[in-house]
């Protein structure tokens, strides 16, 4: 019964996956409007059932009731793929994340604690977040919206330019470890010390880069209310517009993931080893803080003008990513 | 299983290439353009060159195809013209050099595919578990095909220069006239 080991089991792994981000997602949209109230002094979602808690559950419902509206002279079949496009390139990227140190095995098949344990983990992971543009300039394109236009148009330049120095820490990150596998990645950890200590300036540049990526406040000028009504999700309404906001707050979820296996260590912490669903309850606490300091971001920095952006990342980052990549390299030779 | 992979996507790649130049809507064309190229990045991982099929999708997917759906869409040109008549002296000598091309390659492909000979290769599989692809890939580039590596760096070179020169000519004007 070999193809239950080659099949069965990555799809049920993928599945249970899917499934407990989708809702994972639901939640933290929750989390998200109750820490932003709590920042502004205001009490949040505080009406469906106690503490608000069913909010998600009534958003979900409200948002599939709705009725399905596209515009006029939109691009249909464009303007379908957009939504399915913002989900799907947010949820790959999670083949290749490693959640424990070992596995454990069911009726004799293993379970692998990584679901692709490939020697190109983190070249896959810069594909993966190379393409998650298409979705917004996609439905910018199709609405045929001049707002939606031109909020995919900053979308696209932003993300193509925040790639550059996204990439130059990644690349750091190899030299540091000589590995592109992610279990290779956080054995260096372990035998060595968490890679922010070693890398600070690439680990805050990875965080900065990585807002701008999955468009966060203060980098979310793709859907600037105030200049762009919603940017390129103006046209998107019930569950179309759900998918946008899965896929953002998914994008969230997973820059969480990279930073907290690239620099502090995935699945590392006290007793990971000996047992390991521990390290998996660890990785999930450094993704929450993660995504804890992203939401603490959105509710304390003002969103920066469009020259702003550019110039912060042409003229700031990148150069810094370059000298640190210099002197990482440096550093390593002698 | 891989055989059914490698038409699964081969076929896909063939599919999305022909619905890509028969497209008249110039974004639908680049989406299949994209289809085609990470069918042939699955393509890639078939052979065994997984470090090939992400820089495929990293550079082809996440660039190449971004700048054109940019240019496109910044241009307005989406919608080209209907194709006017198809047989004209020009297509028909097309067609024709192109079966003479799919003859010749189709019988290379025949012949590979009915010939005893086993493959032979440096790249096996022992190799590449042994290395992993990307060391593999790093190795050649900075041992065996170093100048040609180095050649390709000054080609880039040159290019990102001529675009500084370019995009920055009219600050200069304007600087030297003192504005």
């Known amino acids: 019964m070999d193809w239950i080991q080659t099949l069965l089991i990555p799809i049920v792994y993928s599945t249970i996956l899917v499934v407990i981000l989708l809702t994972g997602f639901a939640y933290l949209s929750y989390v998200e409007r109750k820490l932003v109230a709590r920042f502004t002094m205001r009490f949040g979602p505080n009406r469906a059932g106690p503490f608000g808690l069913l909010q998600p559950l009534a958003d979900a419902l409200k948002m599939m009731f709705k009725e399905e509206l596209s515009p006029k002279n939109a691009d249909l079949p464009v303007y379908l793929l957009a939504p399915f496009l913002a989900i799907s390139t947010a949820v790959i990227g999670w083949a290749v994340f490693p959640f424990a140190s070992r596995g454990f095995s069911v009726l004799g098949y293993s379970v692998p604690p990584v679901l692709a344990d490939v020697n190109i983990g983190l070249l896959y992971v810069a594909a993966v977040t190379s393409i998650g543009s298409y979705a917004v300039v996609l439905a910018g394109w199709s609405s045929n919206n001049k707002y939606s236009l031109l909020g995919a148009l900053r979308a696209g330049a932003q993300m193509v330019s925040y790639e550059l120095p996204l990439g130059l820490t990644l690349v750091a990150v190899i030299l540091v470890v000589g590995s592109m596998n992610m279990t290779e990645i956080i054995q260096y950890q372990l035998d060595h010390t968490w890679l922010i200590v070693l890398q600070p300036f690439a680990a805050i540049i990875f965080f900065i880069a990585g807002l701008a990526e999955s468009n966060r406040s203060p980098f979310d000028l793709p859907e600037t209310e105030n200049e762009l009504v919603s940017g390129y999700i103006t046209e998107y309404g019930g569950i179309r517009f759900a998918a946008f906001f899965m896929g953002e707050y998914i994008h969230m979820i997973t820059f969480g993931a990279i930073i907290s296996i690239l620099f502090l260590g995935g699945w590392s912490g006290p007793g990971a080893d000996a047992v390991p669903f521990l390290g998996l309850v660890y990785f999930i606490l450094k993704i929450a803080l993660m995504i804890f300091m992203m939401i603490w971001v959105r509710a304390s920095v003002p969103r920066v003008r469009y020259d702003q952006l550019m110039r912060f990342c042409w003229k700031f980052l990148m150069p810094l990513a370059l000298l640190n990549l210099v002197v990482t390299a440096i550093v390593i030779a002698l | ?179």
């Open chain 2, 1 to 179: 299983m891989e055989i059914y992979l490698f038409f699964l996507f081969g076929g896909i790649a063939v599919v999305g290439a022909l619905a890509m130049v028969f497209n008249k809507n110039a974004v639908h064309s680049a989406l299949f353009l994209l289809l085609t190229l990470v069918m042939i990045a699955g393509l890639y991982v078939l052979l065994n060159a997984q470090f090939i099929a992400v820089a495929q999708i990293m550079v082809y997917a996440g660039a190449i195809v971004v700048l054109i759906l940019f240019v496109v869409m910044l241009l307005g040109a989406e919608l080209g013209e209907s194709i006017p008549r198809w047989l004209t002296l020009r297509n028909s000598v097309m067609v024709l050099l192109a079966l003479v091309f799919l003859t010749v390659s189709g019988t290379a492909v025949y012949d590979w595919l009915y010939s005893t000979q086993p493959i032979t290769g440096t790249v096996t599989d022992e190799v590449i578990a042994r290395q992993g692809s990307v060391q593999l890939v790093g190795e050649s580039l900075f041992t065996q095909f170093l100048l040609p590596f180095e050649l390709a760096s000054i080609l880039l070179l040159v290019g990102i220069i001529g675009v500084v020169v370019l995009g920055g000519w009219r600050l200069v004007q304007h600087r030297q006239r003192g504005e």
